[in-house]
T-cell receptor, first 113, second 114 residues
Framework: DSGVTQTPKHLITATGQRVTLRCSPR?????VYWYQQSLDQGLQFLIQ???????AKGNILERFSAQQFPDLHSELNLSSLELGDSALYFC????????????FGPGTRLLVL | AQTVTQSQPEMSVQEAETVTLSCTYD???????LFWYKQPPSRQMILVIR??????QNATENRFSVNFQKAAKSFSLKISDSQLGDAAMYFC???????????FGQGTRLTINP
């Protein structure tokens, strides 16, 4: 158990809908990262938050947004869903400092029908 | 942009044998970090081992060790005494110092034959 929690574990929805994925980082970790794992794109970085502020953006679509709340949990919002958004979405967390690894949550498997 | 390449989509090894997974990366930075993550059938991403680029000594974690060749930009993972529980996808990843995003390779699927 990495200490990072993600809910829900599975999500099935229809095209055009909106969903929210939730992540709670490990105790003491201020950074939260979101990654998408799909068959065709592999593991891709989406976005990073540090202590409530957006720090870095990767290949995140405009239909997707995220935020980190004062209690450090984070939410990834996916809207106007398309079939191609079906993927495994991971949240990871880390502390600041050199060589600090990222610890991953169990992921949320999203299926868009 | 940094890239990570794993040239072996699949590997297999007999139980108790040793296997080496390859990884190369491309970067113009001199200070960075390299990681190997394991993804078993449960899909959980598990950190296996990490290497700091400024350290010449190769990292080891029990049966797992790396061969870090900075000049060649190569970072291979050696698994000794392979066990059935080692069967998984293995991802090589790169990051810059500090809390930075990970850049992943495409993964190598490792099968352990009993």
């Amino acid at each position: 158990d990495s200490g990072v929690t993600q809910t829900p574990k599975h999500l099935i929805t229809a095209t055009g809908q909106r969903v929210t994925l939730r992540c709670s980082p490990r105790s003491g970790d201020l950074s939260v990262y979101w990654y998408q794992q799909s068959l065709d794109q592999g593991l891709q970085f989406l976005i990073q938050y540090y202590n409530g502020e957006e720090r870095a953006k990767g290949n995140i679509l405009e239909r997707f947004s995220a935020q980190q709340f004062p209690d450090l949990h984070s939410e990834l919002n996916l809207s106007s869903l398309e079939l191609g958004d079906s993927a495994l979405y991971f949240c990871a967390s880390s502390v600041e400092g050199r060589a600090r690894p990222q610890y991953f949550g169990p992921g949320t498997r999203l299926l868009v029908l | 942009a940094q890239t990570v390449t794993q040239s072996q989509p699949e590997m297999s090894v007999q139980e108790a044998e040793t296997v080496t997974l390859s990884c190369t990366y491309d970067t113009s930075e001199s200070d960075y970090y390299l990681f190997w993550y394991k993804q078993p059938p449960s899909r959980q991403m598990i950190l296996v081992i990490r290497q700091e680029a400024y350290k010449q000594q190769n990292a080891t974690e029990n049966r797992f060790s790396v061969n870090f060749q900075k000049a060649a930009k190569s970072f291979s993972l050696k698994i000794s005494d392979s066990q059935l529980g080692d069967a998984a996808m293995y991802f090589c990843a790169y990051s810059l110092p500090g809390a930075q995003k990970l850049v992943f390779g495409q993964g190598t699927r490792l099968t352990i034959n009993p």
